[in-house]
Structure formats: structure tokens, C-alpha cells
């Protein structure tokens, strides 16, 4: 089956524009063109734009994408550094989350914190609350609010 850009950018969430840049960057290398100039995007084409959306998302910039693209077309030869790559971009991510889950703490004990205050009605008593003073000494290393 064959798709036209609006359906691809329909059925992946980008638009038609993201998909022209894309190509022009080197992205869609193979992606082919109608007699027309259009392009004409595959299943395996779809499978391609998951792949470049998941990196992306992942924080790569375009032009490593654009390298592992380069390397896939190369062959076999360079199936060493697509890994590598993968698990440079592998150790980046469980970092990102790492750091994530930290913000994720924070913000969980703020919920606590103010949804104490607001049971209240008084921030004063939520700053009497040991189990929260506990809390935020774990997470923040520091008393206060």
C-alpha cells in the first residue's frame, strides 16, 4: 500500500511540513517519487518515520539520525555502530528518566505538602506535619517549604 504525505502526516501525527524537512535533511532517503515529483511513502517507509519519531523523541538531533539513516543504507559494514549508537542513546535515555524520576519526587511531595495545607486551610500546620518535614529532608536535604 502506498500513502500520499497528507496521509502520512495524518496517520503520524506530524505534519505535512515536518515531513518536507525531513526529507530535505537527508531523513527520507527512501522515499520515492511519483512521475509527478510527489511523494510516495510505503508500509516500510511508515516504519522508518517510527523509528526517526522514537530518536527524536528521544533527544537525537537530526543529524545523528541522519547518520544512522547514512549507515543503514551502507550495509552490513556498519552494523557495530548502529549498535553502539543505540546503546549511547539506551545509557541517555535511563539518564533522562533517572533525572525525571527526581523532578517526579519533588513535585509529588509539593502535592502532599500543599494538599495538607489545603485540608487545613493553614500552610502553618502543614509545616508542623513531621512526616512531610521527613519527606522533604529526604528529598530536598534541607527543612523549609
Known amino acids: ?9 495524518q ?3 506530524l505534519t505535512a511540513h515536518t515531513l ?11 522515499v520515492r517519487k511519483s512521475g509527478s515529483g510527489q511523494r510516495v511513502f510505503s508500509e516500510e517507509d511508515l516504519d522508518w518515520l517510527v523509528i526517526i519519531d522514537c530518536l527524536k523523541g528521544t533527544g537525537m538531533q ?3 539520525i541522519k547518520q544512522y539513516i547514512d549507515w543503514c543504507q551502507e550495509g552490513n559494514s556498519t552494523l557495530r555502530q548502529r549498535l553502539e549508537m543505540f546503546k549511547k542513546q539506551k545509557s541517555r535515555v535511563e539518564q533522562q528518566m533517572s533525572q525525571l524520576q527526581q523532578y517526579m519526587e519533588k513535585i ?15 500552610i502553618d500546620k502543614a509545616k508542623q506535619n513531621k512526616c512531610l518535614a521527613a519527606e522533604r529532608a529526604r528529598i530536598f536535604g534541607q527543612p523549609g517549604k
Open 108 to 122: 509529588n511531595y509539593k502535592i502532599a505538602w500543599y494538599t495538607e495545607a489545603v485540608a487545613n486551610n493553614s
Open 11 to 13: 496517520k503520524m501525527g
Open 62 to 64: 537530526l543529524k545523528d
Open 1 to 9: 500500500m502506498s500513502y500520499t504525505i497528507g496521509q502520512v502526516a
Open 20 to 30: 518536507r524537512y525531513y526529507d530535505k535533511e537527508g531523513l527520507l532517503p527512501f
